[in-house]
């Protein structure tokens, strides 16, 4: 009988390959396709709208050996760290507080969450013009801490973005976390009320642990998804002052649609997918582990 059904099995599986055949054209159109063609192009010199030439490795030359890369790179990695190590913290927290039962929180899920909902030039612009010394909130108040030049100051200008960012993202991540934590056995925290754990305990002894692998998707959107950063930071501070909030994906816009430099902009665009599935495949193996480990883990 296993043997009789077992073909039939097989063949009904092999039948269903073709629902993926859509997903799979999607997937081939839409990215593997405009990559190949962004690749090619680092090789290339255009200005966007005259003749492509085959220049071989002259953009990638003219990139690496700028001075600038370098800058940009170490602007993204640090927007990229510093906006980890604020959002992590406070989605864990807000997510573990969301998981509560009380019905309250439920309308507080709702209020955190506008800020995602919300067009990130529009942020960008409501807090620039927050953030104004002149007109700003500051003035307007009269309160001399908030009275700064927060966008025309390097540092200040580089935390005012990590701020936004982080202001933006956290409900998101918020949310991982409050899924992850719902998942987590009401059984352990029984457990663990009966040998006299208090909420502090059970936070760092389970829901933690137990959160491993929902800590390890949600780095990795933040720290890929920082790499993509632009649009708020091109409308805030346009990559200034100087070049102090000029990162990678802004350094890709100013050199092709500025510059007119398609060649070396693709060169970036190239560097970034690359450092992106290097972070994510660096991340995987921090994590550890497969999608049945994690299973066994929280049964």
């Known amino acids: 009988m296993t043997s009789a059904t077992a073909p039939r099995k097989k063949g009904r599986g092999g039948s269903l390959g073709w629902l993926a055949l859509p997903a799979l054209a999607f997937f081939v159109a839409f990215a593997v396709v405009p990559l190949v063609g962004v690749l090619w192009l680092s090789f290339t010199t255009w200005d966007g709208l005259g003749e492509i030439r085959l220049t071989g490795l002259d953009s990638w030359r ?3 050996d700028n001075p600038g890369l370098m800058h940009s790179l170490w602007v993204t990695f640090l927007v990229m760290l510093l906006s980890w190590a604020f959002q992590t913290p406070l989605s864990i927290l807000l ?5 509560g039962r009380q019905r309250y929180r439920a309308v507080l899920a709702v209020v955190y969450f506008i800020p995602l909902l919300l067009s990130s030039a529009a942020i960008a612009i409501t807090y620039k013009a927050l953030l104004d010394p002149n007109f700003g909130l500051g003035a307007g108040l ?3 801490i908030l009275i ?3 966008l025309g100051e390097p540092t200040l200008a ?3 973005v990590i701020f936004v960012v982080s202001w933006q993202f956290i409900p998101f991540h918020s949310l991982l976390y409050q899924g992850g934590v719902r998942q987590i056995p ?3 925290y029984e457990a663990a009320e009966l040998d006299g754990a208090g909420r502090v305990r059970m936070f760092w002894s389970i829901t933690l642990p137990q959160l491993k ?4 998707t949600s780095s990795t959107l933040m720290v890929v998804g920082s790499l993509t950063f632009f649009d708020l930071i091109y409308v805030m501070t346009a990559g200034g002052p100087g070049d102090a909030t000029r990162v990678l994906a802004l350094d890709m816009y100013k050199r092709g649609f500025q510059a007119n430099l398609m060649g070396p902009a693709s060169v970036i ?3 970034l997918v690359v450092v992106g599935l290097l972070l994510a495949l660096l991340l995987r193996r921090i994590g550890g582990g497969n999608n049945s480990d994690s299973q066994l883990e929280g049964a």
């Open 142 to 144: 009269g309160i001399e």
């Open 158 to 160: 580089l935390g005012v």
């Open 62 to 64: 003219a990139v690496l």
């Open 95 to 99: 997510g573990v507080f969301l998981a």
């Open 148 to 150: 700064q030049d927060w």
């Open 269 to 271: 665009a190239v560097i």
């Open 213 to 216: 692998y929902t800590i390890i």
């Open 186 to 188: 009401r059984s352990m």
